[in-house]
């Protein structure tokens, strides 16, 4: 008997063309099993965050609401319109830009907001805002504006809010741009501790190297090449093909 690992995320097929016509996707398969640390690299504009948007929906996969035609499963469950509040429980997203995921006057508030938008008990909201900006070293903020705070900071107060809903998957859109030595530093930490699956889209290849076990290279919307981290990213046949360089700890 054949024992199947379990899948957080899988995509099958997954093609997707924006109204001007470019096609950003192109047939992307692949399968990320429960708990795996999985980068994806490319260069820019190689579909990188659009593949990202797929996987709790921010990007419709289906014109439909039933599994005919899914192309993205998250844990077994088909990405449709009528299920994407399920999904959003368990896809936790952090974009590229803080101030796209900010817009209350506290970073209390900005934190407690999913878990309320869950129909959690007050108690149990104040709770997980606790414990969610505890995790990022940002408990002493919570009255703060996030307007007030460095970038570094409302990047850590973003991922507060995604760790407040307890979801299994974090999907990360260049989660260390334009952060300095030490925020890059805390967010490796705090991300190091998190027990669930984690998808990173960087350009960003030494932090690929201390946190995923797993790399996915991406150009025009296709997968060009999938592996073990240390093989992919040192091989410079594959790295210079697709606009990209072996990494300096690993030539």
């Not at 504009?45 to 439909?64: E, I, Q």
């Amino acid at each position: 008997m054949t024992n199947v690992e379990p899948t957080a995320i899988e995509l099958r097929q997954l093609s997707f063309q924006y109204p001007n016509g470019r096609l950003a996707l192109d047939a992307i398969t692949c399968l990320v099993p429960v708990g795996e640390r999985l980068a994806i690299v490319g260069p820019s504009g190689a579909g990188k965050s659009t593949l990202l948007m797929h996987m709790n929906g921010l990007l419709p996969a289906a014109p439909t609401n039933t599994d005919a035609e899914v192309q993205v499963f998250v844990q077994g469950q088909g990405v449709t319109r009528t299920r994407l509040r399920d999904i959003r429980r368990e896809v936790g997203f952090l974009f590229q830009d803080p101030d796209d995921q900010l817009f209350c006057p506290t970073v209390r508030e900005d934190v407690a907001f999913g878990p309320l938008n869950l129909g959690l008990e007050r108690a149990e909201v104040i709770a997980r805002v606790e414990r969610g900006l505890a995790a990022v070293g940002m408990a002493d903020c919570s009255t703060r504006n996030p307007a007030e705070l460095s970038t570094g900071e409302r990047k850590r107060v973003c991922l507060a809010g995604l760790l407040a809903c307890q979801p299994s998957i974090l999907v990360l859109d260049e989660p260390t741009s334009n952060l300095d030595p030490r925020a890059r530093r805390q967010l490796l930490a705090i991300l190091r501790e998190f027990p669930g699956t984690l998808i990173v889209a960087t350009h960003d290849l030494d932090f690929v190297i201390d946190l995923c076990s797993r790399v996915l290279v991406l150009e025009s919307g296709k997968v060009q090449a999938d592996g073990p981290t240390q093989r992919i990213l040192s091989d410079p046949l594959i790295m210079d093909r697709h606009g990209l360089e072996v990494p300096w700890r690993l030539r």
